[in-house]
């Protein structure tokens, strides 16, 4: 889809971007040339056994995502990154507000 970054956008962002860190998410943030937010969600396997688990935590995040992002500055690929401290009854909705924020995206 549109909203999302492939493989080599992804690897960019990585070496690139800027990293903004929450509580239990970590953010990559980079300026994109498309004008509108692009986002891919990281959560580990290593930290997270089950493939539902991961599932459901990226499927949260992804439905923040669409209630956030039409007040986002619009020209950035953004990765979420879901660390193995994340507890997932947390608020993710509160938790990415409060980084995108601090990262100046809101």
Do not use: C, W
């Amino acid at each position: 889809s549109k909203k999302r970054l492939m493989t080599a956008e992804v690897q960019r962002v990585f070496s690139y971007g800027k990293r903004e860190k929450g509580d239990g998410i970590t953010i990559i943030y980079i300026k994109n040339n498309v004008f509108r937010p692009r986002f891919a969600v990281v959560v580990s396997s290593n930290f997270f056994k089950k493939s539902t688990e991961r599932n459901k935590i990226r499927r949260r995040t992804k439905e923040v995502l669409r209630a956030l992002a039409p007040f986002m500055r619009g020209d950035y690929d953004i990765i979420i990154i879901i660390q193995k401290n994340f507890k997932t009854q947390q608020n993710i909705h509160a938790v990415l507000h409060s980084i995108f924020i601090s990262a100046s995206l809101l």
